[in-house]
């Protein structure tokens, strides 16, 4: 039998081998430094909580996805109750500047999309990060309890917004 020490040993290394999940979630689901900390948290008290209920079937990024991504959509949604969530609006870009780089281009165009992520509804959110992740459909749609098929249905169209979004912010800028 290990012991409780063991046990939060192998917990804390969990939790250090795989903090680019919790990281990537939580700064998705808020911009404030504050919520940040306060989201991720929750996130690693509901995972050491939820540590006995893991089934070894699954992988256990999957398993950590979900408990992660259900935390932060829980907390989005008590924010959002609360009005204590402040919206981020769209932000004014800079036009470019003709002698600007390619990986200066390319960041504005990754903060955009960031920012347009930010704006998507909570299951379209965690899609989209799970996606960005390059996670299997399967997975996908194993973390979120959802169809492969309605993986790839939902991605197509939030791919489809997004391209839209990209297109009407050029269309501001001209």
Known sequence: MSSPNDKQTAFLQLIRDNK????KICH??????????DLMQEMIYQLWRSGEKF?????????????ALNVAISYYRKQTRTGSRVELGF?????EDPGSRP?????????????????LGELDKALMILYLEERPYREI????GITE?????KLSRIKGRL??????????FL
């Not at 699954?58 to 408990?67: D, E, G, P, Q, V």
């Open 163 to 172: 391209r839209q979004q990209f297109e009407q912010s050029k269309n501001l």
């Open 55 to 67: 089934d070894a079937r699954y992988k256990l990024s999957t398993w950590m996805y979900r408990i």
């Open 149 to 153: 098929t309605n993986v790839a249905t």
């Open 28 to 37: 998705s689901y808020c911009r404030n430094r504050d919520d940040h900390e």
């Open 141 to 144: 749609a194993d973390i979120l």
């Open 91 to 95: 932000q004014v870009m800079e036009l």
């Open 103 to 119: 990986a200066e281009e390319l960041e504005q165009k990754i903060d955009l999309l960031q920012q347009f992520i930010a704006g």
């Open 20 to 23: 680019g999940i919790l990281y």
